[in-house]
Each structure stands twice: as C-alpha cells, then as structure tokens.
T-cell receptor, first 110, second 112 residues
Framework: GQQLNQSPQSMFIQEGEDVSMNCTSS?????WLWYKQDPGEGPVLLIA?????ELTSNGRLTAQFGITRKDSFLNISASIPSDVGIYFC??????????FGKGTLLTVNP | NAGVTQTPKFQVLKTGQSMTLQCAQD?????MYWYRQDPGMGLRLIYY???????DKGEVPNGYNVSRLNKREFSLRLESAAPSQTSVYFC???????????FGQGTRLTVV
C-alpha cells in the first residue's frame, strides 16, 4: 500500500522559533491533510490541501501541496508552548482509505 | 455537536478476554474507520466501512472483527485479546471517502 514518510521524527525547539516539517510519498496524492494530536486526545485536522502547488495558511500555520503531488510541507511560525504535540500528514490511498505518516513529535521549550 | 464518540475511554483486559469497542458518529457520514496508534508507528488502519452494511480490512486486521450496525455505529471486537493488542484505538469518520476525517477521543487498551 501507499506509504507516507514524515520527517523529522521529533523536534525540540525554543519558544518563538519557526518549525518546518515535511511528508513525502512514492505515489501521487490528490489530497494532503495535516493533523495535530495533543497529548491524550484524538488527532484534529489543521489544514487540507487539494491542488498541486496550493499554499494554505491557518493562523501561524502554513502548508503547501508539492507540485509533484508526492510531497507536502507544514510550517509553524513563532512557536508557542501549546504547539506541543504530534503532527501527522495524511492522504487518501486506494478506495475509501486514509493513510497516515508516522508523525513528527514537537516539543517547545518555554 | 458530539462528532465521534468512543467508549470506553480506558480498559484493562486479561489475555484471552474479549471486548467490544463502541463508536458512534452524529455527522451522517457514510464512511467510518478504526485505527490503532502505537509509539513510533503512527496511525495504522485496522478496518474501514465505506457505507452501512460494508466493511473491509485495512493494514492490520488480524485479531479483530468489526460490525457496521447502522449508519451511525461502527464497533470493533477483540475476540481473544493478546498483549500485542495493547494500544490506543481511534475511531474516525471522514466527511467524504478518503477525505478529512474527524476522530474520537480514543480508547486506551491494556492487555495483561
């Protein structure tokens, strides 16, 4: 099946720093989704991307749908302590299925 | 709006016991999913249901069964629990097939 490779696996940053993470696939995706999971909670959708080259922002978050349709990037500007969590990329694979990357664990030091 | 509701939130089982995880969504979505989350493994699809009355295997279906009882409910059953099934289980329901999914709060299962 299709696999999504996320990097980095984990990040330790200082409050106020910018963060960048990415997701790649060997297959073409028509949709890229970025989720955040707070400790002890279920994942929550942050940004959805539907077109190659699309750049979408949600507050301090910006995500891009790669032109090749095989990658996507998520940037967080001016990080704050509540940005802590696991960030997942996801995309539809096969019929009705949604495939997730393994996640990027973000720690923000105040 | 409740969205996706899972019960129970926590469960401890002995090896060999059985249990059913319940999931209900009130968004009138056709599709529902069950995932398990293990450290360093991300979210892996166990089973999915594209519509009422249909179910299909995902990436890691062994040891599990599912029932799509009606449009709202999708249950996951462990017939004979094993320690390898210790995990956090999430039910999710997408707005449309293969699109953004809404997740429940999770069930934290420990098999001893």
């Amino acid at each position: 099946g299709q696999q999504l490779n996320q990097s980095p696996q984990s990040m330790f940053i200082q409050e106020g720093e910018d963060v960048s993470m990415n997701c790649t696939s060997s297959s073409i995706f028509n949709t890229w989704l970025w989720y955040k999971q707070d400790p002890g909670e279920g994942p929550v959708l942050l940004i959805a991307l539907y077109k190659a080259g699309e750049l979408t922002s949600n507050g301090r978050l910006t995500a891009q749908f790669g032109i090749t349709r095989k990658d996507s990037f998520l940037n967080i500007s001016a990080s704050i302590p509540s940005d802590v969590g696991i960030y997942f990329c996801a995309g539809p694979s096969g019929n009705y299925k949604l495939t997730f990357g393994k996640g990027t664990l973000l720690t923000v030091n105040p | 709006n409740a969205g996706v509701t899972q019960t129970p939130k926590f469960q401890v089982l002995k090896t060999g016991q059985s249990m059913t995880l319940q999931c209900a969504q009130d968004m009138n979505h056709n599709s529902m999913y069950w995932y398990r989350q293990d450290p360093g493994m991300g979210l892996r699809l166990i089973y999915y249901s594209a519509s009422e009355g249909t179910t299909d295997k995902g990436e890691v279906p062994n040891g599990y069964n599912v029932s799509r009882l009606n449009k709202r409910e999708f249950s996951l059953r462990l017939e004979s629990a094993a320690p390898s099934q210790t995990s956090v289980y999430f039910c999710a329901s997408p707005y449309d097939a293969g699109t953004e999914a809404f997740f429940g709060q999770g069930t934290r299962l420990t098999v001893v």
